[in-house]
């Protein structure tokens, strides 16, 4: 492992434990040039397999890559998008599953990003469930608007200390 300090192609293991109940190890590291410590993280990739069968690695830009078309014109920026793949990640990590069918991935963009934009969901949504009529649309707006009236009504936000000078 390369340091990332002085990028030293060499370092020495100097401690090494599980974390994460075991899903991943973690390893200190010090580099025999320059003398610093950094840590590792190793963990199983998680592989995504395609309708035609081929498995990939998951791949969080990918997942940034398919939601930013469905939020073109939307205001939501790239931070957003990150941490939305970041989420996707967690939900197919927790399930446990080494292999996941790639169909299951938009599944689990779906929810978070109902939350971001409900436009960019319709639009994402009408092209992963392939919505083949306006009655589809209808059917998923109604579910919206169901829950945005199942939700209690967001009261004022609270107004931040105005910085009184001095
Ligand atoms: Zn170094």
Redesign the pocket.
């Known amino acids: 492992m390369r340091?990332?300090?002085?990028?030293?192609p060499d370092?020495r293991v100097i401690d090494s434990r599980e974390a994460d109940e075991g899903a991943t190890t973690r390893r200190r590291r010090s580099?025999?040039?320059?003398?610093?410590r950094f840590t590792t993280v190793e963990e199983a990739v998680l592989a995504v397999v395609k309708r035609n069968g081929v498995s990939e690695p998951f791949n969080r830009s990918k997942v940034v890559a398919g939601v930013r078309r469905a939020c073109q014109g939307r205001p939501v920026d790239e931070d957003q998008l990150k941490l939305l793949a970041q989420q996707v990640e967690d939900t197919i990590r927790a399930s446990g599953a080494a292999e996941v069918p790639s169909n299951e991935v938009g599944l689990a963009i779906l929810g978070p990003l109902r939350e971001l934009d409900e436009v960019a969901y319709l639009r994402f949504a009408s092209v992963y469930r392939s919505f083949t009529s306006v009655a589809d649309f209808e059917r998923e707006i109604a579910e919206l608007k169901a829950r945005e009236s199942a939700s209690p009504p967001a009261g004022p936000a609270p107004r931040d200390p105005v910085p009184s000078g001095g």
């Open positions: 340091c990332p300090f002085c990028h030293n370092s580099c025999p040039k320059c003398g610093r």
